[in-house]
């Protein structure tokens, strides 16, 4: 390899096609400032903040770096960097995955920008075509429905981490919490974007699609949010996500007038949570527990409250919090859950379940500790603030693929929290 100093404006042509035309020093700088004026106008629609604006602004352009024209969301842009180096846990990130992409759009929606919804939309309409009746949880990004997982064996992996797989096999898997996470953002798009009659019917023809697939399959065990690869388990957070959507698929009836269905789906809604308050409690745990039948703590029980299954005064919420932090928070830094796994034990720390320590503590009124715990991640970014899926416990490596949406819609959705207490406090201050 060369290195190269550039003394004065250059450009390096990397091209699939021959050039018809010549590519100059004078072109490359009109093209480069139409990019640049693009991501002005960008981040200037974007809603600003007195707190925390730049970590917020750097998150938001790397959701949009990871979102494609269609409306389709990446999960992360890697395959294969390890969430533990020199072990197996090495995924394809490459992929559109309900969840990960509903979190993603919602929170691009909430600081201005509508339009990253309304493409989101659109891919899902076209994903779920009326001729077919199965649902997947993730999509390719041109909506690509198989997506085999092969190992490429002539690669060794980073820092020796093999294997290195593309595609991923979870595409075919039963993740019951998906759609919880669908339906609050097509909630948020009903209430929030006025759109043409038409627009409003087919997406109303998508939520009974998705409303009938929850009512069949909810007190099904299913592979939860963590896409277990062993034995299907009844997860309570998925329980409680099959809630989320039953209940804003009623809210949606309801803004519609279609009174039938909002009771038909309040009625289901009612019993899974009455399931949920029956067998995921534990007593001897004084918290909810991951899974119906066994007592491990789990992250995403820390979902209840900001998805509204439990007010944050709830004292079986404050009793969760006070346990899975106990049970996970480890050097400064949560893990997902710490029970053996179809892979052994998890060794890394889950950079979004940090985050969501961080929420929970914020509203259960430890707001300084919430303070100081989402400042001391903060420094764990790289040096232009990009974060990853993982941390080492220890050392704060960034581990796992990379920018990883997860860490940076939950930066940004934690980054409000205490700028939004710091817009309404300084309100408070100036008030006579």
Not at 314 to 333: E, F, P, S, W
Not at 372 to 383: A, K, P, Q, T
Not at 397 to 426: M, W
Request: net charge negative; glycine share 6%; with cysteine.
């Amino acid at each position: 390899s060369r290195e190269i100093v550039l003394e004065k404006d250059e450009f390096f042509l990397l091209s699939y096609n021959e050039k018809v035309i010549p590519v100059d020093i004078e072109r490359e700088k009109l093209e480069y400032c139409r990019t640049l004026v693009y991501w002005l106008n960008w981040s200037n629609r974007t809603k600003k903040y007195t707190l925390y604006n730049d970590v917020i602004e750097r998150s938001l352009l790397t959701l949009k770096l990871m979102s494609y024209y269609n409306g389709a969301m990446l999960a992360a842009l890697t395959t294969s960097l390890p969430e533990t180096v020199g072990e197996v846990r090495n995924w394809d990130y490459r992929f559109c995955w309900l969840r990960d992409a509903s979190m993603s759009i919602e929170t691009l929606f909430k600081v201005g920008h509508p339009g990253v919804a309304q493409r989101f939309m659109r891919f899902i309409q076209s994903t779920f075509t009326a001729d077919r009746d199965s649902f997947q949880i993730m999509y390719g990004i041109r909506g690509e429905r198989q997506l085999t997982e092969t190992i490429l064996e002539h690669l060794s992996g980073y820092k020796g981490s093999k294997p290195v797989r593309i595609g991923n096999d979870a595409y075919h898997q039963r993740q019951n919490d998906s759609f919880g996470y669908l339906m609050d953002l097509i909630y948020q798009y009903y209430r929030l974007v006025p759109g043409p009659l038409d627009e409003i019917e087919d997406m109303w023809e998508l939520v009974k699609k998705i409303q009938a697939n929850v009512m069949q399959e909810w007190h099904k065990p299913d592979k939860g949010i963590w896409e277990i690869r062993g034995e299907e388990r009844h997860f309570v957070s998925s329980k409680v996500m099959c809630w989320v959507a039953l209940d804003r698929g009623a809210r949606i009836a309801r803004m519609l007038g279609k009174y039938d269905c909002e009771k038909r789906w309040q009625q289901e809604a009612g019993l899974i949570r009455r399931d949920v308050l029956e067998r995921g409690w534990k007593e001897e745990l004084q918290s909810f527990s991951q899974t119906y039948d066994n007592t491990a703590l789990d992250a995403s029980l820390l979902l209840m409250e900001p998805y509204g299954f439990l007010d944050a005064d709830d004292i079986r919420y404050h009793k969760t919090v006070k346990a899975v932090k106990a049970a996970l928070m480890h050097n400064g830094l949560m893990y997902r859950y710490n029970s053996e796994d179809d892979f052994g034990m998890p060794s890394s720390a889950f950079t979004i379940c940090t985050f969501w320590l961080v929420r929970a503590l914020f509203v259960t009124g430890e707001k300084a500790e919430a303070r100081c715990l989402f400042d001391e991640v903060l420094r764990y970014g790289n040096h232009v603030g990009l974060m990853s899926e993982d941390l080492d416990f220890d050392t704060k490596e960034q581990l796992g693929n990379f920018p990883q949406a997860y860490s940076h819609l939950s930066l940004v959705n934690t980054a409000i929290l205490f700028a939004e207490e710091d817009k309404h406090r300084s309100l408070h201050f100036v008030r006579p």
